[in-house]
C-alpha cells in the first residue's frame, strides 16, 4: 500500500451501536488527525495525534475517541452513535506536528446513523 | 475569534481564467493552504503561502496579503477536469487546519 487507507469505505449503522473507523499509513509519518466533512461546513478536526502513544482533542471531539498505539493506526470509535455523527471521515496523516507540513488525506469513511 | 470565508460556488468557461478568493480572521497565523476536492474523493494538496506575494504552480497561482487577511487560488486555461471543489485553510498558532467551507466550481464547455 501506499499511502493512507480507510477502512470501511461507508457504512449503515443503527444508533447506539459502537463503530470503529480505521485508518493505516506507511508513510511513517508522525502526525495524524481525524477530520468530519459535512455539506456547507468546513472540515472539521475531530482527534488528532502528533506522535505514537498521545492524542489530543480538536474542535468536535465529543462522542469520538481515539488510540495511536503505534506510529501507522490511527483508530476511531463511536461509542455509541447517534444520527447527527451521519457524515464522511477523513484521516489525515503529516510528517511533523507542530510545523507547516501538508496534510495528506485518505479516501474517506461515509457513515449514515439512522 | 477566528473564521474562514470563501464563495459557496463559481462558474467558468473551459480555457477561461478563474480567481477564487478566501478571506479569513485569525489572531496567530502559520500559512494558508490550498486543497483541491473532486466529488467523492479526498482533498490534495494544490499550494501553501505563508509569505506575502504570488506563488505559481503551472496553470495554478497561489497569492496571499497577511495584512489584509486574504487569499486568492487563480486557475488559468482551465479544463474540464478542474471541476471540483477548492478549499481553503488556514493553520493557527497551535499548528492545527482551520477550514473553510469550500467553493464548488463549475467549468462549462
Known amino acids: 500500500i501506499a499511502g493512507i487507507t480507510q477502512a470501511p469505505t461507508s457504512q449503515i449503522l443503527a444508533a447506539g451501536r459502537r463503530m470503529t473507523l480505521r485508518c493505516t499509513q506507511d508513510m511513517r509519518h508522525n502526525a495524524m488527525y481525524w477530520y468530519r466533512q459535512d455539506l456547507g461546513l468546513g472540515l472539521r478536526l475531530i482527534h488528532y495525534s502528533n506522535t505514537a502513544g498521545t492524542t489530543g482533542k480538536g474542535e468536535v471531539p465529543d462522542g469520538y475517541s481515539v488510540s495511536r498505539a503505534n506510529t501507522d493506526d490511527f483508530p476511531l470509535t463511536l461509542a455509541s452513535a447517534v444520527p447527527s455523527q451521519t457524515s464522511v471521515y477523513f484521516c489525515?496523516?503529516?510528517?511533523?506536528?507542530?510545523?507547516?507540513?501538508?496534510?495528506?488525506f485518505g479516501p474517506g469513511t461515509r457513515l449514515t446513523v439512522l | 475569534g477566528q473564521n474562514i470565508d470563501q464563495p459557496t460556488e463559481m462558474t467558468a468557461t473551459e480555457g477561461a481564467i478563474v480567481q477564487i478568493n478566501c478571506t479569513y480572521q485569525?489572531?496567530?497565523?502559520?500559512?494558508l493552504f490550498w486543497y483541491q476536492q473532486h466529488a467523492g474523493e479526498a482533498p490534495t494538496f494544490l499550494s501553501y503561502n505563508v509569505l506575502d506575494g504570488l506563488e505559481e504552480k503551472g496553470r495554478f497561482s497561489s497569492f496571499l496579503s497577511r495584512s489584509k487577511g486574504y487569499s486568492y487560488l487563480l486557475l488559468k486555461e482551465l479544463q474540464m477536469k478542474d471541476s471540483a471543489s477548492y478549499l481553503c485553510?488556514?493553520?493557527?498558532?497551535?499548528?492545527?487546519?482551520?477550514w473553510g467551507a469550500g467553493t464548488k466550481l463549475i467549468i462549462k464547455p
Open positions: 489525515a496523516s503529516s510528517e511533523v506536528a507542530g510545523q507547516t507540513d501538508t496534510q495528506y
Open positions: 485553510a488556514f493553520m493557527d498558532s497551535n499548528y492545527q487546519l482551520i
Open positions: 485569525t489572531s496567530g497565523f502559520n500559512g
